[in-house]
């Protein structure tokens, strides 16, 4: 007889268990052995269209650098010294004439002095209405000249900066006073015919002098001021 024993282990032993749905997805995952991945393809025609919109952005954006580039070269950045308008004192001067009472000074300094402002302000908060002028200096420095008919010794002190009266100077042919608190800012102070002008700023004394004189040149070619009572100065 044959031994039939092989067969029966052979038959009794359990072989793993699989399940279909793994099979399947290994199947999927895993490529065959000695197979390659599968790389896509793009066709030429595709690749052609894509190589085309980017040739067309690149071109035009440089039709528009070519087209801005020329306005950007026609129009320089400004210098460091910054931008100084240009204003025509003599012009406001002469239109705060009538409001005022007094044709307001309007010095003449050429092209030297620069001013960045020049207005009329009626006093609502101080109670003494004033021609207000504000000068660069040709060294950059900033000279601000103020002329009032109304003016009082607290007023007075404001401009200064409440700075003691140090000694005086003589420009255009007429006695300034000159107040210098020591801290950089100095005022001259000049009464004459009928109004009161205060030059108040950082500048040097050579400056303030360039000042003074085209001030008493306009003052002196101006109408005198005839101050009415009821426009005296307060005390």
């Given at each position: ?16 268990r699989?399940?279909?749905s ?26 052609k269209?894509a ?5 067309g952005?690149?071109?035009a ?78 060294k ?22 409440s ?10 042919g ?5 107040r ?29 002098a360039v ?8 003052l ?16």
């Open positions: 007889m044959g031994d039939y024993r092989g067969v029966s282990e052979m038959q009794e032993k359990p072989s793993p699989t399940d279909p793994d099979s399947g997805r290994d199947a999927e995952a895993t490529p065959a052995e000695g197979e390659l991945p599968v790389r896509p393809v793009i066709p030429a025609a595709a690749a269209r190589n085309a919109s980017v040739m952005m690149i071109i954006l440089v039709v528009c650098i070519a087209a801005f580039l020329p306005i950007v070269l026609m129009n320089p950045s400004p210098k460091s010294d910054g931008f100084r308008p240009d204003i025509d004192v003599s012009a406001v001067a002469r239109n705060a004439a009538d409001v005022a009472g007094f044709t307001p000074v309007a010095p003449e300094t050429g092209n030297t002095f620069t001013s960045n402002y020049a207005r009329w302000e009626s006093g609502s908060g101080s109670g003494v209405p004033t021609w207000e002028v504000g000068y660069l200096t040709p950059q420095s900033f000279i601000g000249l103020v002329q009032t008919r109304q003016a009082n010794p607290t007023w007075l002190l404001q401009q200064t900066r700075a003691p009266v140090t000694g005086s100077r003589t420009v255009g007429q006695e300034w006073e000159l210098d608190a020591g801290k950089g800012e100095k005022s001259m102070v000049l009464d004459y015919r009928g109004t009161t002008v205060v030059l108040t700023g950082t500048a040097q004394l050579d400056e303030f000042l003074a004189d085209a001030v008493v040149k306009s002196e070619s101006n109408p005198a001021v005839t101050v009415s009572p009821s426009a005296a100065p307060a005390s």
